[in-house]
């Protein structure tokens, strides 16, 4: 069977028994304490937490997955085994509360036996069985069905039933929630396959475990009980590549001779070939002995040819998710795995550009499984070729380093050494390791470790930061309503004084309900009035702390006593509505983007604010400027189109998949949708125009990069742009009247003027140029003979201290052997250049001394080598005296 064939034939299997079939969840979690999307039940987790009800009682899936960075991290071991990989694929099966124990036991065994044709005699099944210490009681009921299984199979319940506690057969999602024990299935792959399972659960890539079936069936509390759910769930996940890699090494189980590698399947075999025809090397699957000794050069070869097509997988896989290469997070660690890559490419002798070369075979494997990849195609393409070309800009500088460090340093790489490889060159820690390994050198972790710490304290003095919290830890406070979203009325609110507090040298208020929004999602805080006993204060800022409460900025304080008191909250409406322009104006900047750049583009951070917009989005390279001009024509026109904006709540369970939610945030049962006309859908909690008519005129003012794989564009909308356009327009006009132009010739104009100007500064340093040699040459006859060598010391004029260089130059070309001093005034300041000749250096007439000597006569300071120097001074007035006084 093809790893295709297999695929089909496990959803197939699954849908004949009523499981909905759905796409794989994008590598993107929507959990903020993962990296990537790392097991098959990921996206299933709120359905298990009780938070969203499941949208269907049966379900399958294949699952796109990546190990590596933070808590399961399987990159260093990638390459150097069989089995090991970053991309990978978990098909499951699930049940929410529908069917238990019986179902996926019997159905596991048909897949694996009857469908697939798995040996029975050579499969094992594990059940719960704790030991001390170890939670809940022996799983009998799935002993009992394996048992059955087993049994009627004509096999020894007591030798293919094995047990295991709970590192290995009780599930976790955490200290505390649902939990429960896990039954896996496991094959034996000796040639024999007689070993009676006591290879089962020992680290041996002969017998390894296919098939885990959790049962979630308690709930776990803080106090270690563990309670029965009153809906029980299944979760099981088959690592696909494993199963694909078994079947293509025993050849449909006719062949057990050969040890069992999940790169013998066709997934890897099509790279393997592309990377063969760069190379021109063979794979021969070898393995390693020990990572500790040196590999032979095909050990070498092939641990390279498994990287490659793992990491290959990884990044197109992740890119087509919209997960780039950057400098944090996960996507720092999509650059270590770019980076690991071309580091044994290069050992392939590969030439630049070779990785994006393998694209075209993870394209046929997986395009039409995962169809995100073939839509995303030329994005991952000029993705990974451009971060390809950025790192091998410093390989080669930073290899050399490496060498320099390595010989200076036989047996361990120092750690600021390592660290300068990483700032500097761009070498992750890992990639470093590598290299020492591969010298039979340590790295000092430790050292390295200090040196970031460092570099985070650095980072942590520049930002400053500030914390707003009037509610004290563990304070059960109720959340302020914020009844703010629908402003018809300019008229104050009333409201209940119900808390203040002094902090950071400002009183703030909290009230039983308030209009005014606090700042989060990257829209700034509201400013108002609050009137109070007699009292006016103004509100300068509206914050939000950690129990939902919102805080109000006060420009004074409250009288003592104050809470339980009524007043009225009057919110500043121009300022809202500006920032509710540019909120909205965001959304179709958002919007815009997509359409144009592509839809692998997603929101990195913003700022709305009365004045301006910021917006932060993964992109790999600079946005053209006819891409920007179709942007802001998008973006107008819709603006135009006066559609209308409106917002309304729904189950996050029910969200239609257009609708943009961002990776990341912690989404709870009910949701808030922004719709601008139909075509912009976003979760949003923040205030909004009711029309895009009322955004008025959108104008972007900036396009830049912040990071690597992160652009920032800055826009203003409404009366912020229309004061842009009325001072440019002004400009513009006044630049016309000086130029004698009509407005649309100015720029023509000012070409041709530019034109004329370099010209012309041609043409006067040409002059200078013969000005200087006629200049050179009257020095240079007036030069002084002293022991042998001609000296020239004589303030002139230069345009600029480089003139003044090259003037000493031409006289140095005319006397020969001998010095040359000069010195100019240019302003208020004086520069001083010296040079030498090869042998009036070896006579010790060095140019940097003579610098040292002088500039500090004139207040200032230089130096530089032997045959040239320059330096600079404050005192123009006391050049000549300086200069006629000086003797070398």
């Known amino acids: 069977m093809t790893s295709a064939e297999i695929r089909q034939s496990f959803l197939d299997f699954f849908a004949a028994r009523d499981h909905h079939i759905v796409p794989s969840a994008p590598l993107l979690p929507t959990a903020p304490n993962l990296l990537f999307t790392n097991a098959g039940m990921n996206p299933f987790v709120p359905y298990f937490l009780g938070e969203r009800a499941a949208p269907h009682a049966r379900v399958a899936d294949t699952q796109k997955c990546i190990r590596a960075g933070g808590k399961h991290n399987d990159l260093e071991d990638v390459g150097f085994d069989s089995y090991h990989h970053t991309f990978f694929e978990m098909l499951g ?36 069985k704790p030991g001390p210490g170890d939670p809940a009681d022996f799983d009998q009921e799935a002993y009992d069905y394996w048992k059955e299984v087993f049994t009627t199979e004509g096999l020894d319940p007591d030798v293919h039933i094995r047990h295991g506690g709970k590192t290995d057969n009780f599930w976790m999602m955490g200290d505390t929630g649902p939990c429960g024990p896990c039954s896996e299935i496991h094959i034996d792959l000796t040639p024999g396959g007689d070993t009676g399972g006591h290879l089962v659960n020992r680290d041996s890539a002969w017998c390894m475990e296919i098939w885990n079936l959790v049962f979630i069936q308690f709930n776990a509390d803080a106090q270690g009980n563990f309670t029965p759910l009153s809906a029980r769930h299944v979760d099981t996940g088959m690592g696909f590549e494993r199963i694909a890699g078994i079947l293509a090494t025993t050849r449909n189980f006719t062949d057990f ?25 063979q794979y021969r699957g070898t393995l390693p002995e020990s990572r500790e000794r040196k590999l032979s050069d095909q050990e070498a070869a092939d641990v390279a040819f498994r990287v490659l097509a793992d990491h290959i997988r990884t990044l197109t896989c992740s890119v087509a998710d919209g997960i780039l290469p950057g400098n944090e997070g ?13 580091h044994f490419g290069r050992g392939l002798g590969l ?13 046929e494997k997986l395009g039409d499984v995962f169809p995100e990849i073939r839509r995303q195609e030329q994005v991952i393409r000029k993705v990974i070729r451009a971060e390809e070309e950025t790192f091998g800009r410093t390989l080669d500088r930073g290899m050399e380093l490496f060498r320099g460090i390595a010989e200076k340093n036989p047996g361990e ?28 050198l340590s790295v000092d972790k430790a050292g390295f470790e200090r040196e970031m710490d460092k570099q985070r304290q650095r980072a942590r003095a520049a930002r400053k930061t500030t914390e707003i919290k009037v509610a004290s830890e563990g304070d059960a406070r109720d959340p302020t309503p914020f009844v703010g979203y629908d402003l018809d009325r300019e008229g104050p609110f009333q409201v209940t004084v119900t808390d203040t507090a002094e902090q950071g040298g400002h009183s703030w208020a909290v009230f039983d309900q308030t209009p005014l929004y606090a700042e989060m999602g990257g829209q700034v805080g509201d400013t108002g009035r609050l009137d109070v006993g007699g009292t006016s204060l103004r509100i300068t800022d509206t914050q939000q702390d950690p129990s939902g409460r919102i805080l109000h900025k006060l420009e004074g304080s409250l009288p003592a006593g104050s809470a339980g008191s009524e007043g009225r909250l009057s919110i500043d409406l121009n300022r809202r509505r500006a920032v509710q322009r540019h909120h909205s104006a965001t959304h179709l900047l958002h919007f815009a983007l997509r359409e144009t750049v592509g839809d692998h583009v997603h929101q990195a951070g913003s700022l709305v604010a009365p004045d301006r917009l910021r917006f932060d989005f993964s992109h790999f390279e600079p946005v053209e400027p006819e891409q920007l001009r179709k942007i802001e024509d998008l973006v107008n026109e819709r603006i135009l189109a006066n559609a209308p904006v409106r917002w309304y709540e729904i189950d996050f369970a029910d969200k239609p998949d257009d609708i943009i939610a961002f990776f990341g945030e912690k989404y709870g049962e009910r949701v808030r949708v922004v719709d601008i006309g139909g075509y912009s859908r976003e979760l949003c909690g923040g205030t909004h125009v009711r029309a895009t008519g009322e955004i008025g005129p959108f104008k972007i003012t900036a396009e830049s990069g912040i990071a690597a794989g992160t652009r920032r564009i800055e826009a203003v909308v409404g009366d912020a742009a229309l004061q842009l356009l009325g001072t440019s327009y002004e400009t513009l006009h006044a630049l016309a009247h000086r130029l004698s132009c009509r407005p649309g010739e100015v720029e023509a104009r000012l070409a041709h003027l530019l034109e ?14 013969r000005d200087a040699a006629g200049v050179a040459r009257d020095l240079a006859a007036g030069a002084e003979s002293r022991d042998g060598y001609k000296w020239v010391v004589a303030r002139t004029e230069a345009g600029s ?12 070309g005319e006397i020969g052997e001998g010095v040359v001093v000069l010195g100019a005034a240019f302003g208020e300041k004086t520069t001083l250049v010296a040079l030498a000749s090869p042998g009036a250096v070896k006579a010790g007439h060095r140019a940097g001394d003579i610098i040292r000597d002088l500039a500090p006569r004139l207040g200032g300071k230089g130096g530089g080598k032997p045959d040239f120097a320059m330096g600079g001074g404050k005192d123009p007035e006391n050049l000549d005296a300086v200069l006629r006084a000086w003797k070398p």
């Open 330 to 342: 996960r996507n720092y660690v999509l650059r270590r795995i770019l980076r690991r890559a071309v």
């Open 413 to 440: 790489i120092p750690g600021d050494a390592a660290f300068t490889l990483y700032d500097t060159y761009g070498f992750p820690l890992d990639l470093t390791e590598i290299l020492a390994r591969e010298q039979g």
């Open 801 to 812: 201290p480089d003139e003044l260089r090259s003037l000493g130059a031409c006289i140095l």
């Open 93 to 128: 099966n699930w049940s929410f509360g529908d069917y238990f124990k019986r179902e996926a036991i019997n159905w596991a065994w048909e897949l694996l036996t009857r469908e697939w044709g798995f040996p029975r005699n050579r499969l094992y099944a594990t059940v719960y």
């Open 257 to 281: 001779s050969r040890a069992p590698s999940n790169y013998e399947s066709d997934l890897f075999t099509s790279i393997f070939d592309r990377i063969t025809e760069l190379s021109g090397r």
């Open 351 to 363: 030439e630049a550009g070779f990785f994006a070369e393998l694209i075209d075979p993870v394209m």
């Open 756 to 769: 004329e100007s370099e010209r012309l500064e041609k043409e006067i340093r040409k002059a200078r140029q």
